[in-house]
């Protein structure tokens, strides 16, 4: 399997061994979960340099799998916690960390639990999140994990290709979304790479991307909170081909009322969500109508 002479090679899983691995436990990826193994050292090299992990990170990493990500990360990183929901993965994966880097195990941690239910994790506070997420969960765990442990400065996630250009999208872009603006709240976010489907097992009939999402300094200036401008963005774009006068009626209570929330705020009512930026939603969910039932 690929070696590199200038890294360490001896700990990091290849093809052989994660088939090994998988075969004794039984273990067979499953679609449910999104599971693709990466069995290229490489790559996952690759990762880790391009996420920028430093000698004093304390790593959080979702879905690490049978280890490939984990091992790489506990050579460069101070400390790694693994959240893995699967009963099989996480019984094993502190064996093969003590089996694999014996001296970098007391540095290991693992949460047995689904990340969308993590709220606090063992040891210092994150720095960072490194992650090959499971595909069919990413974009929530991601945004889940961004607002549950604000010390997270850095992210790197392997996504889908598709979700990696959602992520990444500008205002105007036709891909740019809900995931978009929620994801531009905490953090400057950029594609940061593409992976091919020939490193993973089993092969994913799609290509993934990384994307870099490094904390803002000094989030969005509003007086709104974060779940009234998400309320805006939800609804903006739960009718994206509707002007914004159009699909904030629900939110404001009338198409007039959305419209004026909307030029309050110096935003054109034939406007649509695409257009806008977060800073603009912001503007317009501190003109948030006082009526009982708050935003729809």
Known sequence: MSNSTTDEPGPLLGAADIRELAAALGVRPTKQR?????????TVRRIV????????DVVVEVGPGL?????????????????????????????????????????FALVHSDAMLVRELPGPAPTALVANLPYNVAVPVLLHMLAT???????????????????????????????????NWYADVKRAGAIGRNVFWPAPNVDSGL????RREKPVETTASRDDVFAVVDAAFAQRRKTLRAALAGWAGSAAAAEAA??????????????????????????????EGGAA
Request: hydrophobic letters at 45%.
């Open 211 to 214: 994307v870099s999402l490094v």
């Open 67 to 107: 280890g490939s990500l984990t091992l790489a990360l506990l050579v460069a990183a101070d400390r790694v916690t693994a959240v893995e929901i699967d009963d099989v993965l996480a019984a094993a994966l502190p064996s093969t960390v003590e089996a694999r880097l014996p001296g970098r195990a007391d540095r």
């Open 149 to 183: 442990f604000p010390t997270i400065d850095r992210t790197l996630v392997m996504v889908q290709s598709e979700v990696a250009d959602r992520l990444a999208a500008r205002p105007g872009n036709k891909v740019y979304g809900v995931p978009s603006v929620k994801a």
């Open 49 to 56: 340099r391009t996420a920028e992990v430093r000698p004093d």
């Open 262 to 291: 909307l030029v309050a705020a110096g935003v054109s009512p034939q406007a649509r969500g695409e257009a806008l930026t977060v800073e603009e939603f912001a503007r317009i969910a501190e003109q948030k109508p006082v009526r």
């Open 34 to 42: 999104g599971q693709n193994f990466v069995i290229d050292a490489n």
